[in-house]
């Protein structure tokens, strides 16, 4: 092997899918909105809405709330639709973490980041953010980590959940084109010298730019990259439950030791010791080096023995170990002179076939798959128990359980465009308070998604993050063409939340080659 190759088998897709020229002219017609029941449509005469040949905006007000909903009397929930034909321009989807992998900011800022200015864009994949160290300076920004298996351009920025463990699926953007699928990641470190006592020369790696010693709502696989598992990974199976900087519940699953990469997209300065003080698994002093193109590890003068607080710098690697058994190791291999070699490697599950990480692939965590060759996974709101199918959160008002949230789709139809959705609304009232409150939540259950997707035609959905974090934007008309910032319009529904920072966004972009019928 070569020093720090990514392994990766070539495969083909074709080619195609969405967007408009910057500068291009004004709102191109739409057809009429189809007739969805329980929905009403939304006449929408934007005349500084932003769209191309091939990408349609319909958007839905609900008729009426269902028997017993809290919104009886309040404003009603909104479902907006992007279609978007391969078959009628040269446009694409892909995927943006804007101006660095390892922080958040909000979708419009991610969307100008991209020097094609994308006609619109959504909120993707879950997140949270990794905790604030003691000792931050002012204005350091809080590092945040994906829930599952991410890549941007052939680039891997975070290893898959564990699929016994977590019911996380991803949605693969290769050519421009999306897919659902289940995806796994091993990666892995071999060293040209062999420790003394003839220890290991190929080390598991346990996530890419991610706070090494915990897992954030996504239990890593415990395996050493190849199938068997891992004697030095006594990570915490069930997890435990701590509350993040925002307040919110979170499982975290600690790892104490463990090693971690960092690539120079993550854009961050490398995780310290307890960065997150309220888990505990990441106090280990640790152990950091640099890796070169070649291989070699190095640890300029300016760096200490302590890890964190260090930049990635361009087209090289940091890797931190945590725990004696792989701190003791990494130092042994700086102190040989030793080169490593980094396989990483991404595997589509369903179809036994690996993905090659290169520039055409884009990966994004999702959540749960809601629709799969036409069958609706969500078709009612409540099983044959009575419980929810779906629940991302739980408010309980006496017998009535509230399982309802912001829902972001992407799916595909049967006629091979993709459908984009959103369903949004103002937020319920607290039961006991009688006012707004964060743990009543808006939007819907699944099926409340599903079943006008369904009507739509859609073949194959994924849920994407959800609740606050639930954005569409769609570029505006831009008057001034010396002006590189674009402006973009929320069509995310009622809420009146401010725009949350994610982690990444999915957007409708310029590119790709028209697919015609029997081309």
């Given at each position: 092997?070569?020093?720090?190759?990514?392994?990766?088998?070539?495969?083909?897709?074709?080619?195609?899918?969405?967007?408009?020229?910057?500068?291009?002219?004004?709102?191109?017609?739409?057809?009429?909105?189809?007739?969805?029941?329980?929905?009403?449509?939304?006449?929408?005469?934007?005349?500084?809405?932003?769209?191309?040949?091939?990408?349609?905006?319909?958007?839905?007000?609900?008729?009426?709330?269902?028997?017993?909903?809290?919104?009886?009397?309040?404003?009603?929930?909104?479902?907006?639709?992007?279609?978007?034909?391969?078959?009628?321009?040269?446009?694409?989807?892909?995927?943006?973490y804007g101006r660095a992998a390892g922080d958040a900011e909000i979708v419009r800022d991610q969307l100008n980041a991209n020097k094609n200015l994308p006609v619109a864009g959504i909120n993707a994949s879950f997140f949270s953010p990794e905790g604030r160290h003691a000792q931050a300076a002012a204005g350091e920004e809080e590092s945040v980590q994906s829930y599952g298996a991410t890549v941007r351009d052939g680039v891997l920025l975070g290893a898959a959940c564990n699929p016994e463990k977590a019911s996380r699926r991803s949605l693969v953007l290769q050519y421009g084109i999306p897919y659902i699928t289940e995806v796994a990641t091993s990666i892995a470190v071999t060293s040209d010298r062999a420790p003394a006592g003839g220890g290991p020369v190929r080390q598991t790696v346990d996530d890419v730019n991610r706070n090494p010693g915990g897992a954030l709502a996504c239990p890593r696989d415990e395996t050493d990259g190849v199938g068997d598992k891992d004697p030095d990974d006594p990570q915490d199976a069930e997890g435990r439950k701590y509350t993040d900087s925002e307040g919110r519940s979170m499982t975290v699953y600690q790892d104490p030791t463990e090693f971690v990469l960092f690539n120079d997209r993550y854009g961050m300065k490398t995780p310290r010791p307890d960065l997150n003080t309220a888990i505990g698994s990441?106090?280990?002093?640790?152990?950091?080096?640099?890796?070169?193109?070649?291989?070699?590890?190095?640890?300029?003068?300016?760096?200490?023995?302590?890890?964190?607080?260090?930049?990635?710098?361009?087209?090289?690697?940091?890797?931190?170990?945590?725990?004696?058994?792989?701190?003791?190791?990494?130092?042994?291999?700086?102190?040989?002179?030793?080169?490593?070699?980094?396989?990483?490697?991404?595997?589509?599950?369903?179809?036994?076939?690996?993905?090659?990480?290169?520039?055409?692939?884009?990966?994004?965590?999702?959540?749960?798959?809601?629709?799969?060759?036409?069958?609706?996974?969500?078709?009612?709101?409540?099983?044959?128990?009575g419980q929810p199918t779906s629940c991302a959160r739980l408010v309980t008002s006496g017998e009535q359980v509230i399982c309802k949230d912001s829902r972001t789709v992407v799916g595909v139809d049967g006629q091979g465009r993709t459908v984009i959705a959103t369903l949004t609304g103002p937020r319920d009232e607290n039961p006991q308070t009688g006012q707004a409150d964060r743990a009543v939540f808006d939007g819907g259950f699944f099926a409340e998604v599903t079943k006008p997707l369904a009507a739509l035609g859609v073949m194959d959905a994924i849920n994407l993050d959800g609740g606050g974090s639930t954005t569409l934007l769609i570029r505006q008309k831009n008057d001034n063409p010396a002006d590189t910032a674009a402006n973009y319009r929320r069509y995310s529904g009622l809420t009146d939340l401010k725009h949350r920072p994610v982690f990444d966004a999915v957007y409708v972009g310029l590119g790709g080659e028209v697919v015609t019928p029997g081309g």
């Amino acid at each position: 092997m070569t020093p720090l190759r990514r392994t990766g088998a070539a495969a083909a897709l074709a080619a195609a899918l969405l967007v408009t020229l910057p500068g291009a002219p004004g709102a191109v017609a739409t057809t009429a909105a189809p007739p969805l029941a329980g929905w009403e449509a939304i006449t929408d005469p934007d005349p500084e809405k932003v769209l191309a040949p091939g990408i349609e905006h319909f958007r839905y007000r609900e008729s009426a709330p269902p028997p017993g909903d809290l919104r009886h009397g309040k404003p009603r929930r909104e479902l907006n639709v992007l279609r978007i034909d391969p078959a009628k321009a040269p446009l694409r989807i892909e995927s943006t973490y804007g101006r660095a992998a390892g922080d958040a900011e909000i979708v419009r800022d991610q969307l100008n980041a991209n020097k094609n200015l994308p006609v619109a864009g959504i909120n993707a994949s879950f997140f949270s953010p990794e905790g604030r160290h003691a000792q931050a300076a002012a204005g350091e920004e809080e590092s945040v980590q994906s829930y599952g298996a991410t890549v941007r351009d052939g680039v891997l920025l975070g290893a898959a959940c564990n699929p016994e463990k977590a019911s996380r699926r991803s949605l693969v953007l290769q050519y421009g084109i999306p897919y659902i699928t289940e995806v796994a990641t091993s990666i892995a470190v071999t060293s040209d010298r062999a420790p003394a006592g003839g220890g290991p020369v190929r080390q598991t790696v346990d996530d890419v730019n991610r706070n090494p010693g915990g897992a954030l709502a996504c239990p890593r696989d415990e395996t050493d990259g190849v199938g068997d598992k891992d004697p030095d990974d006594p990570q915490d199976a069930e997890g435990r439950k701590y509350t993040d900087s925002e307040g919110r519940s979170m499982t975290v699953y600690q790892d104490p030791t463990e090693f971690v990469l960092f690539n120079d997209r993550y854009g961050m300065k490398t995780p310290r010791p307890d960065l997150n003080t309220a888990i505990g698994s990441d106090n280990s002093e640790g152990f950091e080096v640099l890796v070169e193109p070649d291989g070699s590890l190095t640890r300029p003068s300016s760096w200490t023995t302590v890890r964190g607080g260090k930049d990635v710098p361009r087209g090289k690697h940091v890797l931190q170990a945590i725990g004696t058994g792989p701190t003791a190791w990494l130092k042994e291999m700086y102190g040989l002179g030793a080169k490593l070699t980094l396989e990483q490697k991404v595997t589509d599950t369903l179809d036994d076939r690996e993905i090659p990480l290169d520039e055409s692939v884009d990966i994004v965590s999702g959540g749960h798959r809601l629709m799969m060759n036409g069958t609706n996974k969500f078709p009612s709101i409540r099983d044959a128990k009575g419980q929810p199918t779906s629940c991302a959160r739980l408010v309980t008002s006496g017998e009535q359980v509230i399982c309802k949230d912001s829902r972001t789709v992407v799916g595909v139809d049967g006629q091979g465009r993709t459908v984009i959705a959103t369903l949004t609304g103002p937020r319920d009232e607290n039961p006991q308070t009688g006012q707004a409150d964060r743990a009543v939540f808006d939007g819907g259950f699944f099926a409340e998604v599903t079943k006008p997707l369904a009507a739509l035609g859609v073949m194959d959905a994924i849920n994407l993050d959800g609740g606050g974090s639930t954005t569409l934007l769609i570029r505006q008309k831009n008057d001034n063409p010396a002006d590189t910032a674009a402006n973009y319009r929320r069509y995310s529904g009622l809420t009146d939340l401010k725009h949350r920072p994610v982690f990444d966004a999915v957007y409708v972009g310029l590119g790709g080659e028209v697919v015609t019928p029997g081309g």
